[in-house]
């Protein structure tokens, strides 16, 4: 248990590391792409990744997650899931090249059919990225994932930047990924070294298939739910709409997807390994949930509260249309956060077949937000994705409450309450300083003084007012994510002195 703690600590280090430089690189490319490219260019790419997203989905199975589940998988497990894997990208290279075609004539754009025969490219790779880092990820080696994930991430950004700069629009996008996908390949399968045999068993994989194929049909409808908005936007507004609309929720999703979705690996393939000890594993989520909204709230009140000065200085005049839909899609981000921790526990107890109604309840929810928002516009849109984040939240803790786990809510409502706190104490101060200081600073909202003013304050009494009510209400969660910190800064200390 106390090598498990320390491994957990030590991927979570790194886990933040990287998803912290991995979003401060989105974030820097992301601002030379806006001023290069139309937001119609975004929109068609996006409108691809819709489906070659799910395809993806399609492709791993779930078959990473068994693995990481499984207590020993021998080596038959692993051939079979390989070649199974393997099996199903070939099958998604043939319907893309079926549907490319028909896809671009829905949409309206002849750039469609080739950046979606281009990004197809990336799926017989994914069978290598998925065994040779669960090989990592079931070592615990979160350190290496890191890296290879960082390095990836530069090569990727430097090819998308080249290929903008010499005019290829949207293109840039899929030289950009595909540069990542086959580079992380490479890494992973260098520092995890393992080759396919021809060997498959049906009888060893049963055991996979029957943990595999729940996680996929969630997988699945969680990627449809994260996609078909961008289907049903694209066509019903626009490729134009669309590119602004991706421009906001990317933004709002920006400290999940680079903070919470690596956390989440983690977690899970910590959770997996103590699934007999409940009451391990529920301490264990309170200190990570507790962690991680500490980490993920003030970035979420900086995009509330500073969205028009953000988007406009940063992306330019033509990208302002985002700042409201990012704005009311943040505020749903808060409540992401906790359903994706939570589904983290609820996935590694073996509860994803209950998991699965609330992903359906979560796909029509979709839907509908989408279908009914965009008659108000995009801020509708925005609307009804953040209504929806609320009511998934709800479901999840449920499930948790009313499952073996017994999670009591005020177990989770305890582990948050001083990222909630201190996310109160800043946006009270924020709001009520505001007119303050622009006259201080003669001054408007969107210029680079006021955003740096308005954010450092927000930032400052975040900071205080979290570690005043860990000073008065200490426990072991809070204690955990302080224990944390304090690695963080041993780290950087000790480097400077080696330096």
Partial sequence: MANLSLNLRSGALWNYFQGGTRAVIQFASGIVLARLLDPADFGVFFAVTAYTALLTAQVRFGIPMALLQAEEPTEEQWNSAFWFMEGIAILALVLVAALAGTLAAFYEDSRY???????????????????????????????TVSIIQIQSSLASTAVSLITAFAGLGPYCFVAGGLTSVFLSAALMARKAPWKPRLLFSYRGFRSLFDYAWKIHLNGTLDSLTHRVDNMILGKLLGLGALG????????????????????????????SRIQRNLDHSVRMYRKILCATTTVVFPVLLAFIFLADGLIQFIYGEKWLPAALPLQIMAVGSFFTVISMMTATLTEAQNLVGRQTPIEVGNLLMTIAAVTLGAQWGLAGVAAGIAIKAVLVQFLILRLAKHSHIEIPLRAVFTAVLPAITASLAAAITVQLTSPWLQRLLDSDPRRLDYIFTAGSLLLLVYGVTWFAFYRLRPDEAQEASVQLMKDIATRITSKRRKA
């Fill in 113 to 143: 059919t080739y950046i979606m025969l281009l990004m197809a490219l990336a799926f017989p790779v994914q069978p290598f990225m998925a065994i040779n880092g669960t090989l990592l990820r079931r070592r615990m080696d979160f350190k």
């Fill in 244 to 271: 602004i609309y991706m421009r906001a929720f990317s933004l709002s999703r920006l400290p999940l997807d680079n903070l919470c979705s690596p956390i989440y690996q983690l977690a899970f393939s910590a959770f």
